[in-house]
């Protein structure tokens, strides 16, 4: 069985710049939940993906955006990067929208 | 707001020692979540809690939930080395059914 992963693992950008994270989902799981973790806090809620939908969001502006594909492999879009987006976005799966999530290794974003 | 509380937040402990994490949350669950997490590293599922009164016991870790109380323990028995991370509850709204709100985290320190 293979778990979350997540690609790149690190990435720089610079204000105003685009991004896009991607995440495989466990082997399995239909359900794709983003989390940003900025330094020495807890993961906050960006959105969740469900059978190519979004289903539900966190408090995020609208220059965050995703999708998630027919294999449930999902993308986290952030369009005109600021320096607090720079965090570890965590991606993680489930089998369900209301179930155990099982967590990737995360991609560290720095925005300079 | 949804508040998801953890205390204390930094803790040191000697090995051998017993301490307990508390988790309060301020909305109405029946499902908490325990995760650890090492430094640069992602997070570790530690216990799912999904009922009123549920205990759950891994090695030296004993979880429980008062859903009344809208509080979750995390108690450590005879500390090691070894468990020094930071440990994070993560609650599950019954009115969001998807939403993972993430404590503030509590940073422990286990002194050979």
């Known amino acids: 069985e293979t778990g979350v992963t997540q690609s790149p693992t690190h990435l720089i950008k610079t204000r105003g710049q685009q991004v896009t994270l991607r995440c495989s989902s466990q082997s399995g799981h239909n359900t794709v939940s983003w989390y940003q973790q900025a330094l020495g806090q807890g993961p906050q809620f960006i959105f969740q993906y469900y059978r190519e939908e979004e289903n539900g969001r966190g408090n995020f502006p609208p220059r965050f955006s995703g999708l998630q594909f027919p294999n449930y492999s999902s993308e986290l879009n952030v369009n005109a990067l600021e320096l607090d987006d720079s965090a570890l976005y965590l991606c993680?799966?489930?089998?369900?929208?209301?179930?155990?999530?099982?967590f990737g290794p995360g991609t560290r974003l720095t925005v300079l | 707001e949804l508040k998801v509380e953890q205390n204390p937040l930094f803790l040191s402990m000697q090995e051998g020692k017993n301490y307990t994490i508390y988790c309060n949350y301020s909305t109405t669950s029946d499902r908490l979540y325990w995760y650890r997490q090492d430094p640069g590293k992602s997070l570790e599922s530690l216990f799912v809690l999904l009922s009123n009164g549920a205990v759950k016991q891994e090695g030296r870790l004993m979880a429980s939930l008062d859903t009344k109380a809208r509080l979750s323990t995390l108690h450590i028995t005879a500390a090691v080395h070894d468990l020094s991370a930071t440990y994070f509850c993560a609650v599950e709204p019954s009115n969001t059914g998807n939403q993972f709100y993430f404590g503030t985290g509590t940073s422990l320190t286990v002194i050979p």
């Open positions: 993680a799966s489930s089998l369900r929208t209301s179930d155990e999530q099982f």
